[in-house]
């Protein structure tokens, strides 16, 4: 713009010059001479480049920025799209349940051309929404496929195959404990969240079918204490490898396990190997910034389109299991190799996780309460695996769980 005022000011001098000039009665060469110094001026003229339109993105979701797990992973998403993608990005963060629809609306209605809807639990509010909004693509993160309804025509749903990365978490745990005993402290049992845990014990009895696996479900994803008390019961079960899927309740599950120095830990979602480096063997990754990212270069390089649902892990980069780091030299190789053999294998499709849910699946499980503790039984006739589940704080988590 600076240019553009300047421009105009040689232009008015120049003017004024050919004037007096004129007046002057200079010879006709003089004046050709001016003439085509004043064009030269006008074609040389910088004119202010219109006001691009920039893409417009918005995370909404009940989770925090701040919580080192799920909410964390979402907001690097969304600056993944601000910062690869030059988009124009808004946060909605903490989103309480009654102010879902009313968040969720006004970035619509505000032109946003993309609403991230942070989790299953915004599936059915997006069905909803979405058709009066039909210039705004919603993208929820593992949302809930279209088993009873189709998705709208703007609406996307995509997940991860968190059972590839629970299933190599549960190769590890099984391969370092020595006490042939396994914890695992889960938040809260959705689903997608059960499918994780069920490959993770799957793959323990992969790798050691003497050993037995612990699991409880707290009930919180960021109660420090909760996932602090449930890690020290399992440990005082005899657990030696702890795996935990819990937002901020990671952080006291990591200080419990590093009042023990004889138990290793295994975290999930993001590298969390900051909350306990000497004693943490890896992270189950849940690559939710790349989902995001993928989610949306796709669909506007047209490779997926709304009213479907679509599933990325490991050969997209979205599953899969964080480095070793300070921890490697003490995981045997040919452990090392094993899992690097299965996870080749699942990038060649030769060998696939299977999913397992609970035996309402899908269907109103934001309605599921937290599993009553249940009897344990062997998982295979002479396998010698046993799977021990409570909830957390339930009658039977002392029996079950310390």
Same mark, same amino acid.
């Given at each position: 713009?600076?240019?553009y005022?300047?421009?105009?000011l040689?232009i %008015?001098?120049?003017?004024?010059?050919?004037?007096v000039?004129? /007046?002057?009665?200079?010879?006709?060469?003089?004046?050709?001479?001016?003439?085509?110094?004043?064009f030269?001026?006008?074609i040389?003229?910088?004119?202010?480049?219109?006001?691009?339109?920039?893409?417009?993105?918005?995370?909404?979701?009940?989770?925090?920025?701040?919580d080192?797990?799920?909410?964390?992973?979402h @907001?690097?998403g969304?600056?993944?799209?601000?910062?690869?993608?030059?988009y124009?990005v808004?946060?909605?963060?903490?989103?309480? &349940?009654?102010?879902?629809e009313?968040?969720t609306?006004?970035y619509?209605?505000?032109?946003? %051309?993309?609403?991230?809807?942070?989790?299953?639990?915004?599936?059915?509010?997006?069905?909803? =929404?979405?058709?009066?909004?039909?210039?705004?693509?919603?993208?929820?993160?593992a949302?809930?496929?279209?088993?009873?309804?189709?998705y709208?025509?703007?609406?996307?749903?995509?997940?991860?195959?968190?059972?590839?990365?629970g299933?190599?978490?549960? =190769?590890l745990?099984?391969?370092?404990?020595k006490?042939?005993?396994?914890g695992?402290?889960?938040?809260?049992?959705?689903?997608?969240?059960?499918?994780?845990?069920?490959?993770? %014990?799957?793959g323990?009895?992969?790798?050691?079918? #003497?050993?037995?696996?612990?699991?409880?479900?707290?009930?919180?994803?960021?109660?420090l204490?909760?996932?602090?008390?449930a890690?020290?019961?399992?440990?005082?079960a005899g657990?030696?490898?702890?795996? /935990?899927?819990?937002?901020?309740?990671?952080?006291?599950?990591?200080?419990?396990?590093?009042e023990?120095?004889?138990?290793?830990?295994?975290s999930?979602?993001?590298? #969390?190997?900051f909350l306990? &480096?000497?004693?943490?063997?890896?992270?189950?990754?849940q690559?939710?910034?790349?989902?995001?990212?993928?989610?949306?270069?796709? @669909?506007?390089?047209?490779?997926?389109k709304?009213?479907?649902?679509?599933?990325w892990?490991?050969?997209?980069?979205?599953?899969?299991?964080?480095?070793y @780091?300070?921890?490697?030299?003490k995981?045997?190789?040919?452990?090392?190799?094993?899992?690097?053999e299965?996870?080749? /294998?699942?990038?060649e499709?030769?060998?696939?996780?299977?999913?397992?849910?609970?035996?309402q699946?899908?269907?109103?499980?934001?309605?599921?309460?937290?599993a009553?503790?249940?009897?344990?039984?062997?998982?295979?006739?002479?396998?010698?695996?046993?799977?021990?589940?409570?909830a957390?704080?339930?009658?039977?988590?002392?029996?079950?769980?310390?």
């Open positions: 713009m600076l240019n005022i300047q421009d105009h040689y %008015k001098q120049f003017l004024l010059l050919y004037i000039l004129s /007046q002057e009665r200079i010879n006709d060469i003089g004046l050709g001479i001016l003439s085509i110094i004043i030269t001026a006008f040389g003229i910088s004119v202010p480049p219109a006001h691009a339109e920039v893409t417009k993105a918005a995370l909404v979701m009940d989770a925090s920025i701040d080192i797990g799920w909410g964390t992973s @907001h690097q969304l600056l993944a799209l601000e910062e690869k993608l030059g124009e808004s946060l909605s963060e903490k989103t309480p &349940p009654a102010e879902w009313t968040t609306r006004d619509a209605e505000r032109g946003y %051309k993309y609403v991230i809807m942070g989790g299953a639990q915004f599936t059915d509010l997006t069905k909803k =929404i979405a058709p009066d909004y039909p210039n705004t693509t919603f993208l929820v993160v949302a809930v496929p279209p088993f009873d309804s189709p709208p025509a703007n609406m996307i749903g995509v997940d991860m195959m968190n059972e590839q990365s299933y190599l978490a549960g =190769i745990a099984g391969g370092m404990t006490s042939n005993i396994v695992s402290v889960q938040g809260i049992d959705y689903p997608d969240v059960i499918r994780w845990n069920e490959a993770f %014990k799957l323990v009895l992969t790798q050691n079918p #003497q050993a037995t696996v612990l699991e409880v479900y707290t009930g919180s994803w960021d109660d204490s909760k996932g602090y008390e890690t020290k019961g399992q440990m005082d657990a030696d490898v702890i795996w /935990q899927y819990l937002d901020l309740g990671a952080v006291g599950a990591a200080k419990a396990v590093k023990n120095p004889d138990v290793w830990l295994i999930n979602t993001n590298d #969390q190997s306990a &480096p000497d004693v943490t063997l890896s992270s189950a990754l690559g939710i910034p790349t989902l995001i990212l993928q989610g949306v270069e796709k @669909h506007e390089a047209g490779i997926i709304g009213g479907e649902f679509y599933r892990g490991i050969n997209e980069g979205v599953s899969g299991l964080a480095p @780091h300070e921890t490697e030299s995981i045997p190789s040919a452990l090392k190799s094993k899992i690097a299965i996870k080749n /294998q699942m990038m499709g030769t060998f696939v996780v299977p999913e397992i849910y609970d035996k699946g899908y269907k109103n499980f934001l309605e599921t309460p937290v009553e503790a249940e009897a344990a039984q062997p998982e295979a006739e002479g396998g010698g695996c046993l799977i021990a589940t409570a957390f704080g339930s009658e039977m988590a002392p029996q079950v769980q310390f």
